[in-house]
């Protein structure tokens, strides 16, 4: 699904102005929620936040798999990391073991919306 006009001028700005989430964990797996705020927002998270764009947001923690799983009547997706917690909670010497923060690493994407999406957007912190 693409953005209502492909020909309107196009802005890029943070995910987080698109969306919230929340992230997860079993072992070396992080999950990451991603909600938009907006429905008429959700087309853009389709198109833009796709399971190759956060492999490369995460590329530093070199996923094994990114996988999304679209939730269109929630107006969500949620992404799947495997091994992205440096072994899990019990074997990781990072201060974050549980990946509690990398919503807030994927929220930092950034995307390109459509200048008539722009009043929809959440303010910029």
Known sequence: MKQADSTAR???VPLLRLAHGRTGDKG???NISLIA???ALYPVLQEQV???AVAAQFA???PARVTRHALPKLHAMNF???GVLDG???DALNLDSHGKALAFLLLDMDVEVA????PLLRPAP
């Not at 200048?115 to 722009?118: D, M, S, W």
């Open 10 to 12: 196009r802005v890029r």
């Open 28 to 30: 070396n797996i992080s």
């Open 37 to 39: 705020w907006h429905p």
């Open 50 to 52: 796709t399971e190759a």
């Open 60 to 62: 530093h923690r070199r």
């Open 80 to 82: 799947v990391l495997e």
């Open 88 to 90: 899990g909670v019990n």
């Open 115 to 118: 200048e008539g999406l722009l």
